[in-house]
């Protein structure tokens, strides 16, 4: 008896007869954009992004057309459209990155975290004085602004969630309307209070206390959501076991929200670490070291890049690009924090 031996087919393998009329559509984008560019007034970059949009569209939908029917076209246009959009968002973030990156790694080493600028001027070469100060600066700024923040957020997202009063709309409200204040006029207010008002001076704490006003909009609408997460099953069976509503909370509610609250607390602080303007009215500035946070003026990585780019000299400017370096870096970490600790809340359930 004869064995026949059978090949699986793979269907989800692209057949030359399909693709070649992609090909030659994407040729002949490509082409006929460079022939309207060379022989019509739109020159330059921007008219050749506009005419390679016009023809990608037109031969997108030609394409489609006369190989299917007009939903075909139609639907080729909305991809179209939707490539487009996603290379608004990527070629600039991307540009930005290409900038920080190739102007901020010259001076990058590993002496610019052991040394500071209190012997070194602003003019001085880049193996000369370094970001310690501003590193420290930025560091207590952030820690004092969470320990401000996280009570208040998580407070305000329980009372919302949990509690549900009658101002849980208000708060929300409140809440909702101070994500949208602009990060100068927390610095005014605190510079206002703090230091016009009651006599303060310069320091670390001023500033903590003006990103932690825009800290706290953040933590509590992520713990918000967070926490309508949580099924309610969780608290129907507390309260069947005889617990009270707080107990309910503190022993099953927030240990089950955990990572996600981990989240909300690394998302604010991503919010707020490259704030400027209220730093320029609360920390005074400096060039040393200062390791007490509640008195003397301090820096921060924000206040260092903003020192330097405004003396305008060729030196300091690259300062200050090693200055957005370092910070995007510290960004990027607190945003992969928030990312890991999301990943670990999904696996957990």
Do not use: C
Request: no cysteine; net charge positive.
């Amino acid at each position: 008896m004869a064995t026949i031996s059978v090949v699986p087919s793979k269907p989800w393998r692209p057949k030359l007869s399909r693709v070649w009329p992609d090909i030659l559509g994407a040729l002949f984008t490509a082409l006929s954009s460079v022939a309207i560019v060379a022989v019509t007034p739109l020159k330059g970059r921007l008219g050749f992004s506009i005419t390679l949009i016009v023809m990608a569209v037109i031969t997108s939908a030609s394409i489609s057309w006369l190989r299917r029917d007009r939903k075909a076209a139609l639907n080729s246009v909305s991809t179209v459209f939707v490539y487009v959009a996603a290379a608004f968002v990527i070629i600039p973030l991307a540009s930005l990155l290409f900038e920080i990156v190739s102007k901020g790694i010259v001076g990058f080493s590993f002496g610019i975290f052991t040394k500071d600028m209190s012997l070194t001027s602003a003019d001085s070469p880049l193996s000369e004085g370094g970001l310690l100060h501003a590193v420290i600066g930025t560091l207590y700024i952030v820690l004092l602004a969470t320990v401000i923040s996280t009570p208040v957020g998580f407070l305000a997202s329980l009372y919302i969630v949990e509690v549900q009063g009658r101002f849980a709309s208000l708060v929300r409200f409140f809440v909702q309307a101070m994500s949208g204040v602009p990060s100068i006029v927390a610095g005014l207010f605190i510079y206002a209070v703090w230091m016009i008002g009651l006599g303060n001076s310069y320091n670390v704490a001023a500033g903590a206390g003006a990103l932690a006003i825009l800290m706290i909009p953040t933590v509590a609408r992520t713990a918000e959501e967070v926490l309508k997460l949580i099924p309610n099953d969780l608290r129907e069976a507390g309260l069947a076991l005889g617990a009270t509503q707080w107990r309910t909370v503190a022993m099953i509610i927030l240990p089950a929200a955990k990572s996600g609250l981990v989240t909300a607390i690394i998302l604010g602080i991503a919010r707020v670490a490259g704030e400027t303007a209220p730093l320029l009215l609360t920390l005074g500035g400096a060039d040393a070291i200062n390791l007490n946070p509640f008195e003397g003026n301090s820096s921060a990585l924000p206040f260092y890049v903003w020192k330097n780019y405004s003396l305008g000299n060729p030196e300091s400017i690259q300062r200050a690009w090693l200055g957005v370096f370092v910070l995007m870096i510290m960004v990027f970490m607190f945003f992969s924090l928030a990312r890991y600790f999301g990943r670990a809340k999904g696996a957990n359930r």
